[in-house]
Structure formats: C-alpha cells, structure tokens
C-alpha cells in the first residue's frame, strides 16, 4: 500500500509539474494522522491536490512527528505536526478547515472533545468530523462515542460551518481478518443478514476535497452517509474477493461475536476496545431493518462520482487474502497435530510432509509462531540444516 502512494504520487508529480498550479481553498488539518485511519486520509488528499493541480496545505496532525507514518507523510508533500495531548489552540493555527478524527482508544470521546475545542479556538473556520453510520442516543457505547462528538460539534461550530461524515465499516477494515483467511480459507465474519455495504476509506478523502470545494456554496445538509457502491450478504463477499485472488479462493463462514473478537485480537492485533468497535459497527450496521437504507447516495451527491467497489480493494490486496499451501495444510492439519502428536508428522511417521512444511506446522501449533513466519521460517531452516548435513528433527526449536 506505502509503495502504491509512492508510485501515485510520484506519477501525479510528473503531470502536475506540466500544468500551472491554481490556489485551492486553504490549508486542512487532519487529525490523528499518524494511525492508519488519518494516514489513509492524508495521502489521498495529496494525491487529489497533486491531480487537480492546486496549491493548498495539508496540515498532518500527529502523536510522533518521528513515527513511520509521519516521516511518510513528510516526505509526501504533507506539513506534520505534532498535536499534543491535551491539543493546545496553537496546533491549528493557519489551517482554514480541521477535519477531526478522534483516535480509535477507548479514551475517543474524551480527546475527541478536546480536539473540536482548540480547534475552534485556534481560529479554523470550518469542521468535519468523521462520525460512523449507527451512532445515536441509544448506540452501543463505543458508538455513542462518535454521537456525543456529532452534538459537541454541533454546539461549538456555527451552523453552515461543520459537517458530520458518518461512515460505513471499511473495506480496509477486512485487512484484520486476512491472515486468519489466509489460514482457514474462509472468511470468518460475524455476518448473518445480506446487508453489507462497506465503504473504501479513500472516499472519504474524496468527500471532504469535494465538502473544501463547496463554500461559496454550503453543503445541502450537515450530516452525510457514506457507504460503499452495493449491498453484499457474506456469500457474495467472498464471492467477490475468489473473482480477484482466484483458486482456490476463499469461502464464508458465519461466526459468533466471540470467535471474531478472538480472531480481531489474536491475528488482527486489535485491543479489546478496538476490536468491540469494529464488532459493534458490523452488529449495528447490518440490521436486517436497516437494509433498505443502503446504499447511500451521498458519497455522489458530495463528489458527483461513484463509490469504489469492493472488488478494486480485494484487486490491491490479493496477495493478503490467497493462502499459501503450507498454510492450507497448517489449517487443515493443526487439530490432528494437537491430537496425535509431533510424532505422527515425522519422516517415519502416518502423516509423513515434506520437512519445511513439518516444521511450519509444528511452530505454528505447538510453539505459537503465526503460520505465515512460521512457513518462511520452516523453509530457511530446513536448508540451513541440509547446508550443515544436519537431520531435521521433530522439535520445531
């Protein structure tokens, strides 16, 4: 994804450099750039200055102006700063709009708030926050979070303007359940109604470029639902990303929240706190009774252009979704290692493999190695020890 930015970026360098740069509507601050949320924000509003050629700031608002992320964005064309907490108003000096992303912590209303308040004070005369689709007065906590920032705005920020972006789960956001994927050759979602319409995060970018563009005429309303192009049950989703990444492709299988928070925190390296909202946002999002409302028309209203299917982000992402072979027995073969023992899988053994692929299977079941590195792993010591003349045994230490 950091080399596809590059590579955007340095293409739309070469043509804006044949075309003569116009002033854009002033400088953006995004907040809480530094985590993949802001940062997938950031780059796509460089990309958009770059193709239309315009002159605007665009203001990064980090945690760790040395982080990865920061540096990136830096190097991007971005101006970084570090915005502290508490923010002080001076963090927002010079920027006409601020577009408020409350970190994704348990902490979110809190900081939040905090956010919107020096903002305002700092002198920067218009505000979007991004909100999610299902927050209200009797959401799921970690939902009603993002409501109270939509009323908090609403009584700092003069009427025409804030606008509130409410957004649909991402598509980026099935990226946490890859390896697992990868692994079981299924995608394992808490999914039970036909009522999905994920959202490609980059197209919220593209409404606020397009909300920057409106002030000589203020948006239709104040709030704006984004959804991606189509509504998909689990079946058609998995349907859509076999299309892209091909055999053997992968299947859907309906789980239960523990399973997914399992799968969130175990494979996707989420917090509890993280991975409640995301469950959340999946729980309230597909309500069957809900279903008529998607997909929303606002994201064309805002841009006059369609959202991005969920097929273009399994074609950039393939690679992260196709198990491997040694993977697929990993899945395939893991409780009956468990069962039966290191021994069955020995040279001599009932369930005899070929050494690397013994060795990935004893790592990744026994020793707690994930089955990717383990797979990578298995292969580089089993010809490091062929190099060495040495037997392979079955301990995967």
Not at 281 to 299: I, K, N, R
Request: glycine letters at 8%; a neutral charge; aromatic letters at 6%.
């Amino acid at each position: 994804a950091v080399l596809a930015l590059i590579a955007s970026l340095l293409c739309w360098q070469s043509v804006g450099a044949a075309a003569q740069p116009v002033a854009g509507p002033g400088a953006v601050l995004v907040t809480s750039a530094d985590g993949p949320e802001g940062f997938a924000m950031v780059s796509e509003l460089l990309r958009l200055r770059l193709e239309h050629v315009e002159t605007f700031g665009i203001i990064a608002g980090v945690t760790n102006a040395t982080s990865w992320n920061a540096i990136t964005l830096a190097e991007a064309g971005a101006e970084v700063r570090i915005i502290g907490n508490p923010p002080s108003p001076k963090n927002f000096s010079g920027a006409d709009w601020v577009f408020v992303l409350a970190p994704l912590t348990a902490d979110r209303l809190q900081r939040g708030r905090a956010l919107i308040n020096a903002a305002r004070a700092g002198g920067a005369q218009h505000a979007v926050l991004l909100s999610v689709i299902g927050a209200g007065p009797n959401a799921p906590e970690s939902l009603g979070a993002y409501y109270k920032l939509e009323q908090h705005l609403a009584g700092t920020w003069p009427a025409k303007s804030h606008v509130v972006l409410r957004t649909y789960f991402y598509q980026q956001n099935l990226l946490l359940w890859a390896k697992d994927a990868r692994a079981m050759g299924s995608l394992r979602l808490p999914l039970a109604s036909p009522c999905l319409a994920p959202l490609y995060n980059a197209d919220v970018a593209k409404a606020v470029f397009a909300l920057m563009h409106t002030t000589s005429e203020p948006a239709p309303r104040r709030l704006f639902n984004l959804t991606g192009p189509r509504v998909l049950s689990g079946a058609t989703l998995a349907k859509a990303a076999s299309e892209v990444i091909g055999a053997p492709g992968i299947s859907f299988q309906n789980v239960n929240r523990e399973v997914a928070t399992d799968i969130l925190e175990s494979t996707g390296g989420l917090d509890h706190s993280e991975a409640a909202l995301l469950l959340d946002l999946l729980d309230v999002q597909t309500q069957a009774e809900a279903c008529h409302m998607w997909p929303s028309g606002d994201f064309q209203l805002l841009t006059r252009m369609a959202p991005t299917d969920v097929a273009q982000f399994f074609a950039e992402h393939a690679g992260d979704f196709k198990a491997q072979p040694t993977e697929l027995m990993a899945a395939a073969w893991a409780p009956e290692l468990r069962e039966r023992g290191v021994a069955a899988f020995a040279p001599e053994g009932p369930l005899a493999l070929p050494p690397s692929t013994r060795w990935a299977l004893q790592a990744a079941s026994i020793g707690g190695m994930s089955l990717g590195l383990a797979s990578l792993l298995g292969s580089s010591v089993v010809a490091l020890r062929r190099r060495r003349a040495v037997h392979l045994h079955a301990s995967p230490y």
